[in-house]
């Protein structure tokens, strides 16, 4: 067995490029940023290890990488194989050509496999309904996939069927041309009627599940949401967010900095009572309500871009899910009870 093999045999594999605005960051908190999963200890004694490069050439952990870097690190951890099996789950087809196809992801649906979910995805089911769908970055378990929602968001995506429309798509992304807006319900009232919030957002020191605001840049990637109010409901509101930037839960998080997470999302505090009176039958109201969606309240509401092979600007508007309007008719309820 050559080294080469027994590298690729005993060690999990990252390859990382550094993005273009990236100011130079010691190569440990980088990856700390980027990777799911790992420590920076873990990370460190791979350097000691010698088994991170950057342009392929052996680096220390405090070693500053620069924009377009390439970063490949390996841990001594078996890497799992994962088989992408086509399996037939109904998927939401809002349009269809031979370019693209564009869905609406229900709830509780995860986009890719990943650590324990390597079945019932919706690349799983993209693969049964869709022959030869172009890789992203060579991953084979990304067929067609240009961006991702998380897994208990619901809302529209769109598909790349062709190399030439993964390419146009992602380049639309990378440039921040797509425009993409999400409704949700947030807890609380905002003080401005519309805004932004700003913050480097990176995963969490403490808790690697969730990604925290460094609003110091020292960590992470540059992020901004505008809001917009849409309805005050007393002790939520549903803001449409739009975003600038697309970072992993970057809604989410930039709620939670402000104060103000989103309803009954449990990993950014908004599965409790956060906002209103101490009254018994209010409580129970709020717990009927955490009953009837438990979820996040976020849905990606609308998207738009330039078709790929046309140039024609698309338009895409989705309903809310039955969940967040039955959620959205109570607090309606409660709030015109609330005044008589």
Known sequence: MSEQQEIEE??????VVVDN???????D???LNRLEGTSRNKIQKSAEQGFIQVNGKKVKSNHKVKPNDKVC???????????????????????EDEDIVVINKEAGMVVHPGYGNYKGTLVNALAFHFKNLPLNGGDATRPGLVHRIDKNTTGLMVIAKNEYAMTHLSKQFFERTIDRRYNAL????????EGSIEGNIGRSLKNRKVMTVFPNGDYGKYAKTNYKILEKLGYVSLVECKLETGRTHQIRAHFQYIKHPLFNDFEYGGDKILKGTTFSKYKQFVENCFRLIPRQSLHAKSLSFEHPKTGKWLIFESNLPNDMLELMKKWRSYVKHKKN
């Open 10 to 15: 005993f060690f999990e594999h990252y390859k």
């Open 29 to 31: 908190k980088f990856l």
């Open 73 to 95: 690190v390996m841990f001594s951890i078996p890497s799992r194989n994962i088989e992408l099996i086509p399996q037939d789950i109904p998927i939401n087809i809002v349009y």
């Open 186 to 193: 947030i807890w609380g009232e905002l003080k401005e009627e």
């Open 21 to 27: 605005f990236q100011e130079p960051l010691r190569v």
